[in-house]
């Protein structure tokens, strides 16, 4: 498994290796983004992995949550 980040989008690729995921930010977007027009999601995984069977389990966490959770 290959995790990457702050890309403001979400995109999974999978060959013979390996997964690569690439999650997105709980960033604001930055100033390109936001003149661009551009509406990605915010949030968070948690995903739980077994030693021998991969990933088990998938939380995700957006930004209106945690957002509400902290006011």
Do not use: C, F
Not at 27 to 50: C, F, L, M, N
């Amino acid at each position: 498994y290959v995790h990457m980040g702050h890309l403001h989008s979400v995109d999974m690729k999978e060959n013979n290796l390996m997964i690569v995921e690439q999650h997105r930010t709980l960033a604001a977007p930055d100033a390109y983004a936001a003149r661009g027009g551009w509406i990605s999601g915010r949030d968070a995984k948690v995903i739980t992995y077994h030693k021998s069977y991969g990933e088990v389990g998938r939380i995700t966490v957006s930004y209106d949550m945690i957002k509400t959770e902290a006011a």
